[in-house]
């Protein structure tokens, strides 16, 4: 019985092979420094660094590839930009299905002073455009979102609020988490000021890569989170002025950007257009699936939006007569199906789907994923739900 990985909201897998073959090439063959070894070799992996800067710039529509920052991964961004931008008596808004990546830095700041208003989101996920001017406050400077819940695919309208942000002078961050390398977000179109990314999840790259990209002007307005040798004006004891030095700190993690460049250019070739596709066309067969199920009086819930406008290729359900991690447990064991069950580090997103505390079976579908994977699971997840409750405590 072959496995079937449908976790990929956690982390994409497989890797294209390019991945892994760049990551073993720099390991085995070159191992260089940046910023440092003033030899050809060293000279390489600078020219590979850059590379992969313009890549992200294009693709996330960046204005200047100096202002692309790399990071361990987009928790770490968004603590950066948090923490370095908001100031005690500021407040920021934020929707109701954030991620605790962006929740559990607000609420360290909120206890330095800071202030956050949670915008509504309705029973699907999305966002109440109307109840924005109603959250503003005097002192708010800031709107941070996410582009797609984790937890039930949901895309909220990041270029109907970039254009309320513009109009009101307020700073927009974006936490790209789950779009990226899959759903396009244009910085300049959509006036985003902050854009956070993960490497290891659409954009195929490997875990421990990530970052953020900024607007021209906004690293004047951000204090550094960490600080430490650059390889860059090294007379000094203070940390550069410039971009990308200020924010990049330390030791890069070099096998994983270059892993992460080899992704950029598997993706640009492959078009996201066409991954994008795929991955929705598997959507729509599992959600059309599910409801045949629910036809067929077998107890399960979905959560969130039925069908494939506005939203990704991750697909929560309930169990409603049996225990959540248990189905989950029996879909690896008998049908090695991996899922993912439990809060998926999101209780506001839970809260206001209603599904707090008990969480939900979540199904993320990839670009490796295919029809027949799809049929496998709802056959799966039919005999499961048809076995008598308690068979398998």
């Not at 976790?7 to 390991?27: G, I």
């Not at 109907?160 to 307020?170: D, K, P, Q």
């Not at 939900?360 to 496998?376: C, L, M, P, V, Y």
Request: hydrophobic share 40%; charged share 20%.
């Amino acid at each position: 019985m072959d496995a079937i990985y449908l976790d990929n909201a956690c982390t994409s897998f497989p890797k294209p092979d390019v991945v892994a073959q760049a990551m073993y090439t720099y390991l085995c063959q070159v191992g260089s420094n940046v910023n440092r070894g003033c030899y050809q070799r060293a000279y390489g992996v600078e020219e590979r660094v850059y590379e992969t800067r313009q890549l992200l710039c294009e693709l996330f529509g960046g204005d200047d590839l100096r202002n692309v920052v790399f990071t361990k991964n987009v928790t770490e961004s968004l603590n950066v930009l948090l923490k370095g931008f908001l100031k005690p008596r500021d407040h920021v808004l934020v929707s109701s299905m954030e991620h605790n990546a962006v929740m559990r830095p607000l609420v360290q700041l909120e206890k330095q002073g800071v202030a956050f208003t949670r915008i509504p989101c309705d029973g699907t996920g999305a966002l109440d455009l109307s109840a924005l001017p109603g959250c503003l406050r005097p002192n708010t400077r800031a709107v941070v979102m996410t582009h797609a819940s984790n937890v039930c695919g949901t895309m909220l309208p990041l270029a109907a609020v970039g254009e309320f942000c513009a109009a009101h002078g307020l700073r927009f961050f974006v936490d790209g988490a789950q779009t990226g390398g899959v759903f396009p977000s244009h910085m300049g179109e959509m006036h985003i000021d902050a854009l956070a990314f993960t490497g290891h999840k659409g954009l195929l790259g490997p875990q421990g890569t990530g970052g953020f990209l900024l607007r021209s002007g906004l690293e004047e307005e951000l204090e550094p989170l960490l600080s430490g040798g650059t390889g860059s004006v090294s007379h000094l004891e203070e940390l550069p002025d410039f971009l990308p030095d200020r924010f990049e700190p330390g030791t890069p993690n070099l096998p994983g950007i270059l892993g992460l460049h080899a992704a950029l250019l598997w993706l640009k070739e492959t078009g996201m257009e066409s991954i994008r596709a795929h991955e929705l066309a598997l959507t729509r067969r599992f959600l059309d699936g599910l409801r045949a199920l629910q036809a067929a009086g077998l107890p399960l819930g979905i959560v969130g939006r039925l069908d494939t406008e506005n939203r990704t290729g991750a697909v929560s359900v309930q169990t409603l007569d049996r225990d959540m991690a248990e189905v989950a447990a029996r879909l690896d064991e008998a049908y090695g199906i991996m899922v993912r069950v439990g809060l998926h580090c999101a209780p506001s997103a839970h809260k206001t789907l209603g599904t707090y505390p008990a969480g939900t079976i979540r199904f993320s579908f990839g670009w490796h994923n295919t029809q027949a994977e799809i049929d496998r699971t709802l056959e799966a997840l039919a005999h499961i739900l048809k076995e008598r409750p308690g068979l398998w405590t």
